[in-house]
């Protein structure tokens, strides 16, 4: 594979006066007893060994097909509001892939680990790093990325008001997420949110959004129930007199 190395044992033979290994399409670096070669390119490299005895010159040499590694692509996302989220990449055709999470230990779990794109759940909040491998015949590669996990935005159950004139309020409180908040895109004051006049009956839905983009929605209707007042009535019989 390409950018991948391989390691001969050296020449260690007392008949041989001398020995050179030479290479095209790679670099050769003899030292401790080997001799490594590093595939430059993907096609054919050739590595040849000359031994010198006191006897004749002899040259081999070996044709190598160099394949390409895989490069993998993660599609990037940097920040995830939500514990479970999805990483993707971008698939090649015929290979295989395995997603890690090095150093997070049992803070990470995923629906389809072997999948180029898998679903992931998170403990907690905070920062992560994930490597996707990728297999090709007997090549490999790999990238990285970090992603962060913040806290979710969400709010308490709304709260309506009416009031006589066939009108209703809503009200919620913002429980979590990263101030200051916005709701339909107007910042507000504090963490809760006070509607304008709803008509009784009518669909109300509101955007909110933290600081770190996180967002929800609050949604939903309410009916008013009708309200008259008609006095009181004297309950005890009433006697009339007829004249």
Known sequence: CVNSGL????????DIIDWEWTATNADVIVQNGFANFT???????????????TCSVEQMCYDIDILPAPEPFIEETFE?????FTLEAIPSFG????????NSGNTVSYTDQINFTTEVTVTAPGIYTFILQEYSNSCSGFVETTVTVVDGLSTSDPS???DD???Y???FDILTGSAPYAVDGILISGNTYFSPNIASGDFYSFLVEDSEGCTTVVEGSFICPCITDAGTMEFNPITLCIS
């Open 7 to 14: 390691g001969i044992p050296d020449i260690n033979d007392p």
């Open 39 to 53: 595939w430059q390119s993907v096609g054919i490299a050739e590595i040849c060994l000359e031994v010198t005895t």
């Open 80 to 84: 995830f509001c939500s514990l479970t």
């Open 95 to 102: 290979n295989s892939w395995l997603w890690i999470s090095p």
């Open 160 to 162: 309506i008001l009416c």
């Open 165 to 167: 004139e066939g009108n």
């Open 169 to 171: 309020i809503v009200s």
